[in-house]
């Protein structure tokens, strides 16, 4: 019998290597997608495109909206996203407990189907600003997952697996063209223009770009210029 | 300056009591409840009217589909709701995950609104087969919400209220007279009928109903039959 896993896949470079990782580890994969009023939404397209050529067994697209308090550059048209990195303090991209809420979903979605494994692509090297990717905090999901659902009274946990945690993007993209990904699926733009081409000058932008130059390999990305 | 508080809001005897409780303590409320594909719809319109009457300063309704995955009676067609309260193991009613996605929404709300409180109606007495009711999943997501936000990194926490956990649904109720609770705004029914008369069968309305004759208090419910 296959082992279950519910993987949180946006359409990035990470979640789309993430995916690439638990079907590699023999998963048979629930690809969870939310749509949840971004501002960049052709994420939602490109992580069809990723769960569909990795194989994924299922891809959930949930609708939320977290436009109804706002809280981030992704989800309050007041507030702009900004061209540079700034690497001090939580970055205005950050939005208030987005991964508790995937992870809340991806719990859910894995106790209705019988998964006891889920990924998340989190990464403590080049988002250290946001708090819901740091270790600790997937730490403390594992315990209020096993706590809050079925879990508690059966005697067993839910496996929070986050493989990127401790790699650089460069390594990211070096593990996953190695597990066969398509980069030029996926997208990672905070600001993409209407025809889904990349901005080139967001900070995932430039770290995306500097990802695939470090790991030596050509950047698959449609830029807007 | 007011204290501000997220109550989560189910438009059931015992969210409304909890709602009273927060605006005796003085704090200013923003009541959250879920369009989430239950059964007993009615449950958001009961929510609308009592958060109007005990004075909630907003009230935001969050749509999820629950429905996506199913695994519980009220989310799921396949599955009946059981006439009978049966007291041991997790009930049918059991909806995956479902405080932990809604303690996250909630975390989410307070973060973007500035509110440092949630209040949320978990009862360890009439509710001990529900995991996501107990003190120890309450305890565990408190620190959990505390890393995966803002507040690890500024120092402070969520207080997560459960100003209900130790109370019979007599001693709930007599509460709620107190502070002026209207129960007839509220339903508590998992399986009404189209207009949205209790059934008086299910385990939550044989539950409100023994709780309202221990009280001494005449049950304002309208029931079908």
Redesign the interface.
Known sequence: MSKKAVILLSGGLDSATVLAIARRDGFECCALSFDYGQRHRCELEAAGKVAASLGAAKH?I?????R????SALTDDNLKVPDAADSH??PIT????????F???A???A???GARDIFIGVNSVDYSGY??C?P??IE??K???R???????ENWHYNINAPLQNLSKAEIIRRGIELGVDYSLTTSCYNPDAAGRSCGRCASCMLRHAGFVEAGVPDPTTYSK
């Open positions: 959930n949930v609708k939320i909206d977290l109804l308090w706002g809280g303090g939580i950050y939005v208030p407990a987005r991964n508790l809420i992870l809340s979903f719990t859910a979605c106790e209705a189907w708090p819901d740091r600790a905090f403390a999901f315990e209020c997952a706590l809050g659902t079925r879990a508690v009274d």
